[in-house]
């Protein structure tokens, strides 16, 4: 007989499972339809995918957009969650609304927010040349500059709470031993806070670049059609060329990518260890 202590968590998880299925599941398997069937049945669209040199350079911006806003993040956010969990009260405070007012904002508001700070007669170019610093507006959007500025600033939250867990989780003894045989502030920091923080770090690395891989909005608006990434082609093939089987297969190829790193990722950290 099956003991109770399994059935009842079974069926507890049973309608978020079914939820996930309807909600994600069945979707992606629509998607996986068309790509093998539109315009005509085969798989002559990921041929196309993999061959085109647009699509090829659209994935390389990719990767390459969002491995730099991955290290900007980790490191802002690295910084942000030191001084939440280990400043003074008010320092605390003051940190955690930053962290949390984010989230409050949506992401069009706050990329509209940048192209008014950013754009030739923003806040920022208006300043630099009202006190002489420039003679010409900078060019800061409508290029790969603002969407990295746009997507490191939306997703350093979401770096910060891994980063936090494997903070707060470490032995404060260690820090009184390191003192006590005379190391430094400095030497303790990166000899041993840092390398007992591994987790923390690789976890938020891997949720930034993986969520970073699917943005449109920021690179949409502050790209300006400029510096297209992987969401973007995928929203022009389908919406407006329209090349239905072409999209599905770049949203296959993507969603692929993202599983391929997430279990590389789980080879080498272990789950338990991406929250601290």
């Known amino acids: 007989m099956i003991k109770s202590d399994v059935i009842k968590p079974a069926l507890l998880l049973g309608p978020l499972v079914l939820f996930l299925g309807l909600a994600y599941l069945v979707p992606f398997l629509g998607i996986m339809q068309w790509s093998v069937t539109l315009p005509e049945p085969g798989i002559g669209q990921y041929g196309r995918a993999v061959s085109d040199p647009l699509i090829q350079s659209v994935f390389l911006r990719t990767f390459r957009i969002c491995a730099i806003v991955t290290v900007c993040a980790v490191v802002a956010a690295y ?10 009260p008010f320092q605390r405070l003051a940190t955690e609304l930053c962290i949390l007012i984010p989230f409050w904002i949506s992401v069009l508001t706050r990329a509209f927010g940048w ?4 754009s030739n007669r923003g806040l920022l170019n208006t300043w630099f040349q009202s006190m002489g610093l420039i003679s010409e507006p900078l060019t800061m959007v409508r290029n790969e500059f603002g969407v990295i500025l746009g997507m490191t600033h939306f997703v350093i939250p979401f770096a910060v709470f891994p980063i936090a ?3 707060r989780s470490l032995d404060e003894r260690v820090f009184l031993a390191a003192r006590g045989m005379g190391a430094s502030r400095t030497r303790i920091f990166w000899s041993i ?14 949720m930034v670049f993986v969520f970073s891989l699917g943005f ?4 949409a608006i502050l790209g300006g059609g400029r510096s297209v990434m992987v969401a973007e082609l995928i929203y022009l093939r389908i919406f ?8 599905a297969s770049v949203s296959v190829i993507l969603m692929l990518i993202v599983g391929v790193l997430l279990i590389l990722m789980m080879r080498f950290v272990r789950p338990k260890a991406l929250g601290g």
């Open 216 to 219: 449109f909005v920021t690179p």
């Open 79 to 88: 910084v942000i969650t030191y001084v939440w969990v280990r400043g003074t």
């Open 165 to 167: 867990s494997a903070m």
């Open 193 to 206: 806070f840092v390398p007992m923080t591994k987790a923390g770090i690789l976890g938020a690395g891997l």
């Open 240 to 247: 407006q060329s329209p090349d239905w089987g072409l999209g």
């Open 115 to 118: 192209v008014a700070l950013l």
